[in-house]
């Protein structure tokens, strides 16, 4: 069920209906049955996968939490570890792993070796909720969340179809609460739930999937291989990946606001960072923090000296990257993350953010690193990047170029006025009508100019 189709609304706007015609404790029993029908639309062995290891955790956090003795409390927590990595692990990455092991043993001169390869199927959303488990599970072990009595309230918090997909990565500390508290109809609230939803779907159909049919071109090798078919893929895909996640992100906040529920921002224009800590300050912003959270600062952080901070920047990046996608083009992307930032911390200790060279050099940096992520294979990257060194025109570029101007250039216009003003969503604080006129505007900008084709949304997948 995707969020950009009529079925999806429909369901949306059933949900919200009854929804709000419930008492507290029977809203939370009915979204969370809504929420396993929503997941399970896809394949319902996927939804006993998930309930397996919401179970699990459930358990094993109320045990911790009546466990005195620190070397079982320790226990527990590492077999919760390993149930959920493991469970992430064997379905994103087994196929990867045997067949990285198999090209490995043909390099070396050692062929025709059987292996099976199971045809293994992702099960959607298991980055996500798999990281919402772990980050519960840490925050019960250190004291700093006490464990949900209520199964359908910590079943909620990991299943709350609008999150479940794609994130925002829900911190336990900010949406248990939420679900464990009754919550109120506010006419405000909803409005700008709306608003969200109109703005998630306008990033996703009209920028997104306008930039996608240029990006899918480029990297198809369909419009070349020189300098400005590069520069026209690279510059498609990085408005096309913002729009689409930033869009996503948008529909699920938006969704949650309907229904009462308050999502962190996922975003922060950030195509206007300075350097690439700044970068990571503004993107995928629910990632970045369980990154440093969960993994960077239990590494050792900036606690150990100079040497180790570069070490555990490197290992959170690439470990980043491969949560992305079982391919070694988002290691080698991850990879490139982790080099710059350990660049910036040697040579920009204070993180200096406006030069506008700086800018540009971040902007480069990340569109570089695109490249990698948005290629099929590492060689199809490699290929890619050596085809900058030919300079050869072609009649196409111009309007293609002149037509992602326009787009980004519209899409620059709606971060300049968020990040001038502070803004959820464009025009938040102004006078109520002009929101409204601004939402009108957008519908029929979609209505006029959304691609013809339609894109998957590009986090699903991971």
């Not at 911790?64 to 070397?71: P, W, Y």
């Not at 001038?420 to 009508?433: H, R």
Request: with cysteine.
């Amino acid at each position: 069920m995707l969020f950009d189709t009529p079925i999806y609304f429909l369901f949306l706007a059933l949900v919200v209906f009854f929804y709000w015609r419930l008492t507290w404790r029977r809203q939370n029993v009915f979204l969370l049955c809504a929420s396993y029908f929503f997941y399970g639309w896809w394949d319902w062995r996927f939804l006993l996968l998930m309930i397996f290891s919401t179970i699990i955790d459930y358990l094993i956090a109320q045990r911790i939490s009546e466990e005195a003795n620190g070397t079982r409390r320790r226990t527990l927590l590492i077999v919760s570890l390993c149930v959920n990595f493991g469970l992430l692990g064997f379905f994103k990455y087994c196929n990867f792993f045997v067949d990285s092991f198999a090209t490995m043993l043909n390099t070396v001169g050692v062929h025709h070796v059987p292996m099976v390869l199971l045809k293994i199927i992702l099960p959607p959303g298991i980055s996500f909720y798999t990281f919402q488990e772990v980050a519960y599970v840490v925050d019960v072990y250190k004291g700093e969340l006490p464990p949900s009595r209520s199964f359908v309230d910590y079943g909620l918090f990991i299943t709350l179809f609008p999150h479940l997909i794609a994130g925002p990565i829900q911190r336990p500390s900010h949406l248990l609460p939420q679900v464990q508290r009754p919550r109120t109809f506010q006419e405000r609230a909803f409005f700008d739930g709306c608003m969200l939803i109109v703005s998630g779907l306008f990033r996703k159909t009209v920028i997104a999937d306008s930039c996608a049919n240029l990006a899918n071109a480029a990297f198809d090798g369909r419009l070349g291989a020189n300098f400005f078919a590069t520069l026209i893929g690279v510059y498609a895909f990085a408005w096309q990946i913002y729009g689409d996640f930033s869009g996503y992100s948008d529909l699920a906040r938006g969704a949650a606001q309907l229904l009462g529920f308050h999502f962190m921002l996922n975003f922060r224009q950030p195509y206007f960072a300075g350097t690439l800590q700044d970068f990571w300050r503004r993107w995928h912003i629910s990632l970045s923090t369980w990154l440093r959270d969960y993994l960077y600062i239990p590494l050792g952080g900036s606690r150990r000296g100079p040497k180790r901070i570069y070490v555990n920047l490197m290992l959170t990046m690439l470990l980043g990257g491969l949560w992305h996608g079982a391919n070694w083009t988002f290691v080698v992307w991850g990879g490139i993350h982790g080099v710059w930032l350990s660049l910036e911390r040697f040579f920009w200790p204070k993180g200096e953010t406006s030069a506008w060279y700086s800018r540009m050099l971040t902007l480069g940096v990340v569109g570089v690193s695109w490249i990698f992520f948005r290629a099929r294979s590492l060689g199809a990257a490699l290929d890619m990047l050596r085809s900058t060194a030919h300079f050869q025109w072609e009649h196409q570029y111009g309007p293609e170029l002149v037509f992602l101007g326009v787009v980004s250039g519209v899409a620059i216009l709606i971060d300049y006025r968020l990040e001038a003003y502070g803004e959820e969503y464009v025009f938040e604080k102004a006078p109520l009508a002009v929101p409204v006129c601004a939402c009108v505007v957008m519908a029929v900008l979609m209505v006029a100019f959304a691609a013809s084709e339609t894109n998957a949304f590009i986090y699903f997948q991971f």
